[in-house]
């Protein structure tokens, strides 16, 4: 039953019963001890009050006695009786309130109430349910004192927390429901608070977020939920950018298998039509010796081809296995440069390098030297004679630029595919083989360096920037 029971009713069930619990328990114990506790309070202050008196009373003359054991009668409420040197002094306050001294021969003084009345030596004090009884003896043995005072005020004190207890024990009750009900419904509230923000979650809402309003241990754990589900949140994004860049490199290795079969497939084509028709000896096909070189001309490119299909296969194994070094941008342009001036001066093209302002770059270098390489034989095989290539850094930028018809806007989106090549650059022994640019957009994209490609307008020609830090 209680197992089934949600958490609010279950927490008030709890804690009425034990507040409840305690009520009981501590209204019998006041009802049980209070006259135990009571009674053994007020014997031990007759005790040390009647053990004063005596202390007095030995020092006292014997004109002061009679009126020392009324005194200590009346103020201890009780009847006193002391036998010394031959006389007996009584007061009994529990009767009529006479005090009177009795000598040896039986004489009595009667100093107040009336005459007759009885010594406390009588039955009464026997009866120990309804009177405390005391009886000591002093000044070696010489003097014997009894006094015995009533129970009455225990009872009536008794009674009286008998009538009173229902009504303290009902107002406890009724404090406990209000309290069981407040403190059910303070220490749930979060929890419930808790557990409908986790159904949030599980939905995987983005908004969703647990108030943290106090430092206990309810704070302490919506402040893990929140910073759970973040992560959670995260790692799923995470996640998800991961599978759409596996799939986008899918779409592209899917792509690039297309278009290099379709590539492969052109020379392979042309030495097979060749060759068989050098074999039949059809037309000029007959001339072995100027189509043999074609042949020849054709399987060299179809190698060049297939190396550059298989080192950009192993681009990200290449960057796995580089470790990044640093390096200034001079030293690295100096260096790649070096080949590309001889080719452009060759050709009648100026090429301007201005490294000031050089800075250290960290990045696994073979790999970074080659998609610059690739950029500044782009920039070689497509500017004409008397042309400029100019090499500059620009803040933490290495910008190439060079003068050449500007790709227009609706094919700068292809350049980076493998195997384009513009229109104006169609002819194979000059446009390449369309995949400089693709494996500069690989290796870039695998060292996480952002780059743009733009054309400008004066002089006109083409901009490539890395974009370094």
Same mark, same amino acid.
């Given at each position: $039953?209680?197992?089934? $029971? ?56 014997? !004109? ?8 200590f009668a009346l103020n201890s409420k009780a009847d006193v009786a002391v036998q010394y040197e031959g006389y007996t002094y009584q ?61 009455? %005020?225990?009872? &009536?004190?008794?009674?009286? =927390? ?8 009902? =107002?406890? =009750? ?40 106090? %430092? ?9 939920? &929140? ?13 998800? &950018? ?6 986008? &490199? !899918? ?21 097979s039509t060749m060759l068989e028709n050098m074999l039949l000896g059809v037309g000029k096909y007959k001339d072995h010796e100027i ?33 990044? %070094? ?5 030293? $690295? ?9 001889? =080719? ?48 500059y850094l620009e803040e933490k930028n290495l910008v190439i630029e060079n003068e050449c018809i500007p790709i227009p806007q609706g ?50 020609? $083409? ?7």
């Amino acid at each position: $039953m209680i197992k089934r $029971m949600k958490l609010f009713p279950k927490t008030f069930v709890f804690t009425l019963s034990l507040l409840l619990l305690v009520i009981v328990v501590s209204h019998l114990l006041i009802y049980f001890l209070l006259p135990v506790v009571y009674n053994a309070q007020q014997q031990r202050i007759l005790e040390q009050e009647t053990e004063a008196f005596i202390e007095r009373f030995s020092s006292v003359t014997e !004109e002061a006695r009679l009126e020392a054991v009324g005194e200590f009668a009346l103020n201890s409420k009780a009847d006193v009786a002391v036998q010394y040197e031959g006389y007996t002094y009584q007061f009994e306050s529990l009767n009529s309130g006479q005090l009177q001294a009795v000598d040896s021969d039986g004489e009595v003084t009667v100093i107040t109430g009336d005459e007759g009345t009885h010594i406390i030596m009588n039955e009464k004090g026997k009866d120990s349910e309804s009177y405390f009884y005391i009886q000591r003896t002093f000044d070696n043995n010489k003097g014997i004192i009894e006094v015995i005072i009533s129970r009455q %005020q225990i009872d &009536n004190a008794v009674g009286v =927390i008998v009538i009173i207890l229902p009504f303290t024990a009902a =107002i406890c =009750i009724i404090l406990s429901i209000l309290f069981s009900l407040y403190y059910s419904r303070t220490i749930t509230r979060p929890i419930k608070r808790i557990s409908a923000l986790t159904e949030e979650m599980r939905e995987l809402q983005p908004d969703v977020h647990f108030e943290i309003t106090t %430092q206990d241990e309810i704070g302490v754990l919506g402040a893990n939920i &929140n910073s759970l589900y973040s992560v959670l949140l995260q790692s799923i994004h995470d996640l998800e &950018n991961e599978i759409h860049k596996v799939e986008e &490199n !899918e779409a592209l290795k899917t792509d690039f298998l297309r278009a290099a079969s379709h590539e492969l497939k052109t020379p392979v084509s042309a030495v097979s039509t060749m060759l068989e028709n050098m074999l039949l000896g059809v037309g000029k096909y007959k001339d072995h010796e100027i189509y043999l070189v074609k042949c020849k001309e054709q399987i060299d490119r179809l190698g060049d081809l297939i190396k550059e299909i298989l080192d950009t296969s192993k681009l990200e194994v290449f960057s796995l296995e580089e470790e990044p %070094q640093t390096i200034t941008i001079a030293a $690295m342009i100096d260096n790649i440069a070096e080949p590309y001036q001889l =080719i452009a001066k060759a050709k009648g093209i100026n090429m301007d390098i201005d490294t000031s302002g050089s800075f250290g770059v960290a990045f696994p270098v073979c790999l970074l030297e080659r998609a610059i390489s690739n950029v500044i034989s782009n920039a070689v095989a497509y500017t004409e004679k008397g042309k400029s290539i100019l090499i500059y850094l620009e803040e933490k930028n290495l910008v190439i630029e060079n003068e050449c018809i500007p790709i227009p806007q609706g094919h700068l989106e292809y350049v980076f595919e493998p195997f384009y090549r513009p229109e104006y650059a169609r002819d194979r022994n000059t446009g390449g083989n369309g995949f400089g640019l693709y494996i500069t957009k690989s290796i870039l994209k695998l060292l996480d360096i952002d780059y743009s490609f733009t054309p400008v307008s004066s002089p006109p020609g $083409m901009r490539f920037t890395f974009k370094l830090i």
